[in-house]
Every structure is written in C-alpha cells, then in structure tokens.
C-alpha cells in the first residue's frame, strides 16, 4: 500500500569516498538547511489536507511548507521554450493537436551540462527567434482566421464585441487580466486592422491583427513573475503567477480557465488551493507530456537512438533497437506514473515493461506471442528490476560488441545519485588485450591499477555502479558468460557513505531504493526541473523532504504536489539574480 | 579558378538590388581601408586532424599538411587533405603552429570547442562536459561592432542536436553566455531574408505597427527599476531583435537556388555525415549570400557537437559510413580510450578531413560566385577560415591548430603560401585578433588587441599580412 504524505525528513547521510561528490553537508549548512530534523511543519502522517494549520507558517506563504525552504534567485521573465510555445497556442485557440509552427524557431542554447530544455536564464530572444516568431504569429493568425475559421468562432465568445474579445482572449493569452491601459492599445490597433489584410476585413481583421500582436507580445512570449512585495523573508507570488508556474510545470503550457478563475479569486494564495489544482491538473492527460520530458531528460532517452551492436556477434538485434527501446521507456513511464499512480521506487523496481515482438526475445520472452505493437509484459524477476534493467539504459551504455561499464556506471553516478565525478586524465592507458579474459576483467586491468590516476575514481565509484550489469550484453539481453567465462557481477557500493556487497545488478537496485543519495537525486532533478535552472544551495531543505517522501514510497505524483504547494515554489526570492 | 557562374543579388519581385555599403572598395592595404566592409566566415571541426603522429596504430604518415612551406601548388598539396582545395590555391593562406592556450576546461574538446573563437580559459575551471567559455567569441564581436544596426551575426549548427558539451558550443555573447544556433539552414536563410518577397506590400506596414506596439510593451518592462541585470540583458537583446521588414529583403536567393537550398538541409539534425555535410553547404549558401549583401559581417558555422561523437561520416574506401568521427579521432570504438583499436583509423580520420576540405572548398566556390558591386568576387573582399578544435587526432593537442584561410580580407592577407609561425607559444589569441583587424576591428584606431584573455600575448600576426 503507497505510504502517505509524510512532512518529516529523512536523515541524510552523504559521506564522500574521496571521488564521490553528492549532495553534502556543507551544500546543507550554506543553504540554511536543516541538520535533518524536521522542525518544520512536522505532519501527521495523514494527509489530509489541514496541514496541521499556523505551525511555522510566515506572512504571504502559508502553511504547508517548511519556513526554512526558501527560493533562490531566478529570472524574473521565464521565456516560453519552444514546446510550451506550442502547447499553449494549442490550448489558445482549443485546438486538438499544435500547429508545428515552431519547427523554424532556431533551438536554444544547452548551457553548463544543465539538461533540461527550460533553462530560464538561458533562454532568450535575438533576432534569429524574433523572426521565427513573427512568421509563427502571422501562420497562426493565418490559420485561425482564413484557413480555419471555425476556430475563430471558437475563440470569439461575443461575436462582434472587440473589447469583449481583447479581454477575454489576452487573459488567456498573458495568463492574467488585461490592464485598461492594455486593452486601449489593442483597441487603437484593431481600427486599423482592415487596414492591413488584403483578404481579412472588419471584425476578422481585428481579431487577426489582436491575435498576431499578442503572439508576439512580450507578455505572452514571457512568463513574467512582476510580484514585489516581500512578507516572511520571501516575495510570495500573485494567483495569476502561481497559476503560471503550476501550468508550465505540470502541463507545459498555458492554465486553463479553471486555473485562471481560481486565481481570480484568490484561491492560490493558500496550500489547499494549490493542492486541489495540482490533483486536478495531475488526472489530466497533459500532465503526462512534462512527466514525459522530464524522464527523458534525466534519463538520456535521446541517446538511446546510439544503440549499435555488432550484426556480427548479434545477428538477431532489431535495427531500430534503440527507438524500440524509446518506446518502452515511454509507456513504462507513463504507466507506472500515471496508470498506477506509481514511485519512484517502482520506477526502479518493477518487473514490468512493454515489449513488441521485435523486443521480447532480448527478455527471454517468446517473440512468437507478440506482434508490432507494444504490449505490458512481465519480465523474469529473477534477471530484472526496473528502468536500469530496461532496454534503453543498457543499450545506449554499451559498445558494439561488449557492454560498458564505465559509462554505464558514470551516468548511474552522475544522473541517478547526482554524484560529481572529475574528468578523466589527458593520457588514458591503453585498454589491455580482452583475449582470455572478460570484459570486467579489462576495465580493471585497466582502470584500476594500485597507484593509478585511475584508480581513485573507477576503483570505488565508476566501476561498482556499473559491473553489477555485466549479465546484460550490448543489446541488453540477459547473459551467463563473457568470453566463454562465468559472468561476475558483484562490487561493494558505496551509499551514504557506507560500503554496501551487491551480488548483481537487482541487489544493487534493493540497495538504491532505500538510499537517501538515490532519492534525493530524484528530487533534486524534479527541482531542477521545476525551476528552470541548476540546483542553488538553497533548495537542499525542499530537496531533503521530498526525497523523504520519495523514500517512503510516496507515488511521484503526490510528491509534485508536495513540491508544488512548498514554500518556494510559491514565491520568490527577495534577491534578485545577478 | 573555378567561377561556372554568378549570383545576382535580386531584391523584392526579383529585381536587382544596389548594395551600398558595398559600393566603394577599393585597392586595400595593411588595413581594412574607409569605406571597405569585408567579413570574415569561421568553418570549425572538431577533433583535430590526421596529422604526422606515433599513435597506437602506428607511426601514422602525414596526411592533412601541405608537403612543405611556402608556394601552394598542386604538387605540395596533393595527397594530403588540403589538396581538395587546389584549385584555389592561390587564393589560400594555410597557417602552421598555431596554438592554443592549454587551459584546464577538464576536458579536451571543451578546451579547443569553447577557446576556439574566444581565446579565453573556462568559465568555471575543469567542469568538463559542463564547461562555458569565459568571454565574446569574434565573430559575436565582428558582428556586434561592424553589422549594421548591431545585427546578431549568424551563428550556424550542422549536425545532430545534443551531444557532448551541448551541440553547439563555440559563440559567444559573453562569459558563460552561449549563443543559440541556427540549425535548419531553411531556418537560417528565412531569418536573414525576413520575409516572402510575395507578401512584403501587405506585411511591412502591419508588422510596423505590431512592432512599435512590441516596443512599447517592452520599454515598460525596461523601465522597472527592479530589473535585475540578467533579465536587463535579456531583454535588451530582445528589444534590440525586433526589427522592421525594410531592413533585410535585399538578401534572397532565386526560386531555383530556394529549391536547392531546402533539398540540402533534409539532414541538418542527423548522424549521418554525408546529410551533416550537405546541410553545412546548405548554411554556407546562406552564409555567402549574407555576407555578400551585407546582412552580417561574420558567420560561423559549426559541424557536430563538442566531440562530433555521433555523427558518422563517409568511408571513402570503401563506401557507407565509418564508425563515429570521435571514436576515429580516439582511434578506438569508444569516447574514450576503453573501446577496441580501430584498424586504419588514421586513414578514416583522413577521410574526415577530406570531407571537410571538400565542404570548405564549396563554400570558397560560393563566395567566389557573388560578384561584388566594386566589380571583385566576394571571396576577394572577405575571408572564409577552416579551423579545428584540435591539433590532432588521439592527442587532441592544443598545438598546431590547423588554419586554412581563403580570401585575402581585400588584400590584408597573404594568398598562396603555407606559412608556419615563428611564435612558438600561445600565439591563437593573435591569431584571431589577426582576423579581426583583418575584417575592421580596431582597438583606439590601430589593430584589435583587446580581444580575449589579457594574460596571453597580444598584438597581430605580422607575418601573415600580405
């Protein structure tokens, strides 16, 4: 049964090995973290929404959240990426599907390894975008007045009223009520509209002008955070801001009316209004595109597509091994999320997949029983537990001919237990001779020689997290031997500072779930995540309960609600960044 | 020479368009002269070349470098890499022991991706895959003083998205502030053209009006006083984006060349070398045309992401696709030195280069097509630069960075010669500022010398000068 929402704090334990460089204690002490008690709003263990009232609450951001949480600087104008572009024209104009306009916005930059696409501060408009945006706004104009006017009847809810339509349509389109001031400028240009449509004319025209002027307002291409009042040591944030922030989150797009009436009146000024909304908004199926992309970035789904073994040693893998195994990720996702109201935890522990005929025999299913779609599978539990153990990881981890376990024990340090690892010296040996051998036995000789700039790194961090799935071969079927030799998956881990023997990879994945450093990773992400930027020492309180909720088996959806209703999220911080 | 034909420079409705600010050249001499506009076009490739080195496989041959200094001949540049571009030899300027600094990026191809067109260490020291590059890139500079109205120069993407060090890595607007890149080529050529020259009556009045309304709006964010300095930044790069239709129609391409334009970018975002190539042809269109009717007076254009670690170019031997230019250059099938040799991976690397050298001769072939109104070729009055990140392959050296220079910059460089710098130190910052003079860059009215870190010798290539 899912453990509830608890707000206590699990002790985090981090402890370096001299390579490892997680989440620490001094990240938590700079932040003005906890020294992992919870003092705050402690919890009782039900949640039922009461929240246990005024424990710690402080002007503008009321309970439900630890008063030590606090925001760290951001961006004030969080531009629209180039998804959440068209997700919101989409909902815009109530249509089924996005326009696909924004294929000739040039991409944006990738900064500093961070890897979602919602880096806030890095996201900008020069004139390569500026124009990519006024050919989007005019095509959409375009097709929303001549090509398909149907949907202009669907957006003009008072036929004939311009000031009815500004209204109403820039509040959906800048997220908040329009300014009288505003709506004048609107007015002035509607007039004109006729003016500069050789086939649009009277009210068409102006909804037309309106519609192309505000796709490319500022205040539609911006997600702007204007608050300036600071209570409690933070800026809490407007309905309407909040509203924003809950909708390109969960929904990566723009709120719908509901959300905006609730911000309207007020409602998202306390913990439960929030809550209610972020439930609401979890059941809708738009919540599963940002899940969606949040898992395919934390989890490099995109390099699944590098899958190559060697049709000389493997014969029998699809072509397309590493879209199928992008497939599965998906509905795996997606399933355990959504249609269980799943873990994280199950995430990494389940023994369930999705395979199609071309997949299942690399499970040791028999493909004979499957055709090209995908179907829900159930895996050996004896070879598999959860997403590592999938397709995806194991394959795009793996050379042509061997698996990897360098790279696939960096990316499970790195990305699952978000520790640091240096670069690896200029002048790297040659790998030894693999005849007569396994592979693991390689990377030793290699790696892992006493004394050795190596050694330090791969001894005790790389090359534990990754030898415990040397049983599954380059295509990321199951395996007994290597090279004609019995296949030795065992390593000590190091987790919370602790030496941990795993025997195989599913031991190794036993101890992940009841790691702090695991869990705190996951929430860490999600905070990254959820904020448009790199972790800031100031998220280590938040990250450190959540984590905890994530550890006690918390479904991820109820953790975003926790991360969602926190005090950071729902204001700003009283510095501005640099 | 090949010049099988010329471009016209064709305005609205296809009819030719003046060029003033081209108008006027003149003669050059040691410097860019009143009144001269020339630019500057940077080509990078990544992981170094197939030079003479002892590696694993070998004690490999040399296969990049024109078989001695000096002339430029077909008999000096056969066999070797830079042989693909003989027939503009004489237009050629092929620097040797050009060299970077070796800062501590922790991480080789961040060192050469990120210093290559800033000549500054990193942002933060040994972030490695997380590195940022710590100053203007000169081709940011070229186009922040010299274009007209402080246009964004074009900065060009070719290559699978992602990858090591975030795809595209080598502009800058600053420390630690990365330029986004063009990757369609589609996408690059609308952005400089602006708009359908079919629909230029109708839209120019109503995107005026959309404009100065889009101003307003953002002169009152502007005005806030609670700015912080970011978002200022931000948004002043935003304000200064918006820019009325007037300003760019003079630049476009004729229906057919429109075609062929959209038929070589097909493989703008894939793995595939023989597509990556095309598209970066496909962006060396635009860029010629650009430079040609002055939108821009730099570009750069980049192929594959800080290590190229995807991308799968041509077998030349043999046909169909090597294994990954990053695994080639390590000579072993892995991104690191983990994975098996590569036999004959010196010879692949080769083949690298060589399609490199082919798809910079296009883009020399392009520049020389533009006839210019002072009645000279583009290719005359402007410099197209081939450079890597690296010296070589498996060492990934920050030494002899291979510089291939078409165009004299209207006579300042040097043309036909192999030269090898007598400067056997971090000379690159020179190298670039060298550029920048070249194109009209000045520091207090003399040649650039404030560009990139301080603390490297500054000053100009003498010697490269014609």
């Known amino acids: 049964m899912r453990g509830s929402i608890l707000g206590n704090l699990t002790v985090a334990v981090l402890l370096s090995s001299g390579c490892y460089g997680g989440l620490t204690a001094e990240d938590n002490a700079a932040s003005g973290g906890t020294d992992g008690v919870d003092d705050g709003d402690g919890g009782d263990g039900n949640d039922d929404g009461d929240d246990d009232g005024d424990d710690e609450a402080e002007g503008g951001v009321d309970e439900g959240s630890n008063p030590e949480e606090l925001p760290a600087p951001n961006t004030r104008f969080y531009r629209l990426t180039h998804a959440q572009w068209e997700n919101t024209v989409r909902d815009l104009l109530q249509l089924t599907d996005v326009t696909g306009f924004s294929v000739e916005f040039r991409p944006d930059a990738e900064e500093s390894g961070y890897i979602y696409a919602n880096n806030a501060q890095a996201t900008e408009v020069d004139s390569a975008l500026w124009a990519g945006y006024q050919r989007a706004a005019t095509s959409t104009a375009t097709l929303a007045i001549v090509t398909d006017p149907s949907i202009m009847d669907t957006i003009v809810t008072t036929p004939g009223d311009p000031e009815a339509f500004i209204r109403d349509f820039g509040r959906r389109a800048f997220r908040r009520s329009l300014t009288d001031a505003e709506v004048a400028v609107y007015m002035g240009a509607w007039s004109d509209a006729p003016s500069y449509y050789t086939d649009s004319v009277g009210f068409e ?75 609401r908004m979890l059941d809708n199926p738009k919540a599963a595109n940002a899940v969606e992309q949040f898992h395919y970035a934390l989890h490099n789904v995109k390099h699944f597509e590098s899958a190559a073994p060697n049709a000389a040693i493997y014969p029998d893998a ?106 690896p010296p200029d002048n790297v040996p040659d790998l030894p001779a693999a005849e007569g051998q396994t592979n693991r036995e390689a990377i030793v000789a290699l790696t892992e020689q006493p004394g050795s700039d190596c050694s330090g790194c791969h001894s005790t961090v790389i090359n534990p997290w990754g030898f415990p799935f040397e ?60 904020n448009g930027r790199p972790r800031a020492a100031e998220d280590g309180p938040l990250i450190q309960r959540l984590a905890g909720l994530s550890k006690e088996d918390n479904s991820v959806k109820d953790v975003l609600i926790e991360l969602v209703t926190s005090r950071p999220f729902r204001a700003r911080s009283t510095q501005e960044v640099d | ?126 972030a490695g895959g997380s590195s940022e590059a710590s100053g203007e890139s000169i081709d940011h500079r ?52 602006g708009v359908d020259a079919e629909e230029f009556g109708e839209l120019i009045a109503r995107q005026k009006s959309v404009n100065d309304l889009v101003r307003d709006q953002m002169d009152t964010l502007l005005a806030s006083s609670k700015l912080s300095g970011l978002d200022k930044t931000r948004l002043e790069l935003h304000r200064a984006a918006i820019r009325d239709l007037e300003s760019s129609l003079s630049c476009n391409l004729e229906q057919d060349a429109e075609m062929e334009l959209d038929g070589m970018s097909a493989g703008y975002d894939s793995d595939d070398g023989i597509q990556v190539l095309n598209a970066a042809r496909a962006h060396m269109k635009v860029a010629a045309l650009a430079v040609s009717c002055g939108y821009t007076r730099s570009v750069a254009i980049q192929v594959g992401s800080g290590n190229d670690g995807s991308t799968r170019y041509e077998n030349l031997g ?26 004959n991976s010196d010879v692949l690397h080769s083949y690298v280069d060589i399609q ?111």
């Open chain 2, 142 to 193: 070229i186009g922040r003083e010299l274009n007209p109205d402080g246009r964004d120069s074009l900065f060009m993407y070719a290559g699978s998205s992602g990858g090591w060090l975030g795809g595209p890595c080598i502009s800058y607007r600053g420390s630690a502030d990365r330029r986004s890149a063009l990757h369609n080529p589609a996408t690059s050529y609308q952005t400089m053209m």
């Open chain 1, 318 to 423: 699809p072509a397309d091994l590493g879209l199928l195994a992008q497939e599965e990720h998906s509905r795996f996702v997606q399933d355990v999320i959504f249609e269980q109201n799943g873990s994280y935890i199950d995430l990494l522990t389940s023994n369930e997949t999705f395979v199609n005929a071309e997949t299942a025999a690399l499970y040791g299913l028999d493909a004979s029983n499957y055709g090209p779609e995908f179907e829900k599978a159930t895996l050996d539990a004896s070879q598999r537990r959860g997403i590592f153990t999938q397709l995806g990881f194991l394959v795009s981890n793996a050379t042509g001919v061997q698996p990897d376990p360098i790279h696939r024990g960096v990316f499970m340090v790195k990305r699952i237990a978000c520790g640091q690892i240096p670069a």
């Open chain 2, 1 to 126: 020479m090949k010049i099988s034909r010329r471009h016209v420079l064709r305005g609205a409705g296809g009819v030719a368009v003046t060029l003033p600010f081209l108008e006027g050249l003149a003669p050059r001499e040691a410097k860019a002269a009143e009144g001269e506009r020339p630019f500057a076009i940077f080509f990078r490739q990544a992981n170094g070349v197939a030079s003479a080195q002892n590696t694993e496989v070998g004690n490999e041959p040399e296969r990049f470098w024109p078989t001695q200094l000096g002339a430029l001949t077909e008999a000096t540049m056969g066999g070797r890499a830079v042989g693909e571009l003989v027939d503009f030899a004489d237009k050629l300027l092929i620097v040797r022991n050009c060299n970077m600094n070796n800062y501590d990026f922790g991480d080789g191809h961040a060192r050469g991706a990120m210093q290559g067109l800033v000549a500054r260490g990193a942002a933060v020291a040994g």
């Open chain 2, 356 to 466: 490199f050298a082919r798809a910079f001769n296009f883009l020399l072939e392009e520049l020389d097509q533009y006839l210019m109104p002072n009645g000279d070729s583009a290719l005359n009055n402007g410099v197209a630069i081939w450079y890597n990140d690296n010296g070589n392959g498996p060492g990934h050296s920050p030494n002899n960075i291979p510089y291939v220079i078409g165009g004299s910059a209207c006579g300042y460089f040097k043309q036909g010669q192999n030269v090898e710098l007598s400067d056997g130190g971090a000379n690159h910052r020179k190298m670039l500022q060298t550029i920048g003079t070249a194109v009209g860059l000045t520091t207090n009215g003399g040649p650039l010398d404030d560009f990139g870190d301080p603390g490297l010798d500054g000053g100009i290539l003498d010697e490269l000068l014609a």
């Open chain 1, 205 to 279: 025209a102006g909804v037309r002008l309106t519609l192309e002027s505000m796709l490319q307002s500022p205040m539609f291409l911006y997600r702007i955070e204007a608050s300036e009042g600071e209570a409690g040591g933070v800026i809490p944030l407007s309905d309407y801001e909040v509203a924003s922030r809950l909708s390109y989150f969960l929904w990566d797009s723009m709120p719908d009316d509901e959300l905006l009436d609730a911000a309207a009146a007020d409602m998202l000024g306390e913990y439960e209004g929030v809550a209610e909304q972020a439930a």
């Open chain 1, 471 to 530: 049983n599954y071969d380059s295509t990321g079927a199951w395996r007994d031997l290597d090279n004609g030799f019995t296949v030795d998956p065992a390593t000590n881990v190091v987790l919370g500072g602790v030496e941990v023997p795993v025997a195989n990879a599913l031991e190794l994945i036993d101890v992940m779930v009841t790691s702090d450093e695991v869990h705190n990773c996951y929430a860490d992400n999600w905070v990254q995540f959820a």
């Open chain 2, 318 to 343: 043999s046909g169909g696709l090597m294994e990954n230019y990053h695994f080639l250059s390590h000579r072993r099938s892995s991104h690191d030195s983990s994975g098996a040799v590569i036999a």
